[in-house]
């Protein structure tokens, strides 16, 4: 989410602070179901329902220059909410996997979400001085195996507290 970050690597040095931080970030986007920051363009191929409406995996939406239903153009038969609902004027959406390709600029702007941002690095922070994920762990004879990739976690899982934080930007539509 920054061009520049501070040096986050451990005395490990087979992993660099841009890997934690590419890591923070997939988590951040995973938990969350889409990148939040920043505004970028992005060509997405999307399944629709036959409904009136479609909604596109995005919290913010600053433009749509292109949806295409099965090939047909359809930019000027649309009205789009910034929060990410698409409705066609006319007519229905086809009951069909893949059949909407939509050209978006969305996220926000990375000082917009400096909450997001800081929460980020401080993923990526743990992430390369934290000693990975507990594989197993015994009592008495005071061992601790953590399952790691080449000497890396396998992951920066998120806490409860950074979920809790992170819920306003979370995707929660078709979410059982």
């Known amino acids: 989410m920054a061009d520049t970050i501070p040096d986050l690597v451990s005395s490990d040095t087979t992993v660099d602070s841009s890997t934690w931080l590419k890591a923070a970030q997939q988590s951040v986007r995973s938990y969350c179901g889409w990148h939040i920051a920043p505004n970028i363009i992005q060509t997405l191929k999307l399944d629709s329902y036959g409904a009136r409406t479609l909604l596109l995996p995005s919290m913010h939406v600053t433009d749509i220059s292109s949806l295409l239903v099965n090939g047909a153009e359809m930019k000027d038969s649309i009205d789009w909410?910034?929060?990410?609902?698409?409705?066609?004027?006319?007519?229905?959406?086809?009951?069909?996997?893949?059949?909407v390709q939509v050209t978006l600029s969305h996220g926000f702007d990375v000082n917009e979400v400096a909450d997001v941002t800081s929460l980020i690095l401080k993923l990526a922070q743990r992430g390369s001085?934290?000693?990975?994920?507990?594989?197993?762990?015994?009592?008495?004879?005071?061992?601790?195996?953590?399952?790691?990739?080449?000497?890396?976690?396998?992951?920066?899982?998120?806490?409860?507290?950074?979920?809790?934080?992170?819920?306003?930007?979370?995707?929660?539509?078709?979410v059982s």
């Open 81 to 99: 909410s910034a929060a990410g609902t698409v409705r066609l004027r006319d007519g229905y959406f086809p009951d069909c996997p893949g059949a």
């Open 129 to 174: 001085t934290g000693p990975g994920v507990i594989g197993s762990q015994s009592t008495n004879g005071s061992s601790v195996t953590f399952i790691t990739a080449g000497g890396a976690p396998l992951s920066i899982p998120l806490l409860q507290i950074e979920k809790d934080a992170l819920e306003p930007y979370r995707l929660t539509w078709g």
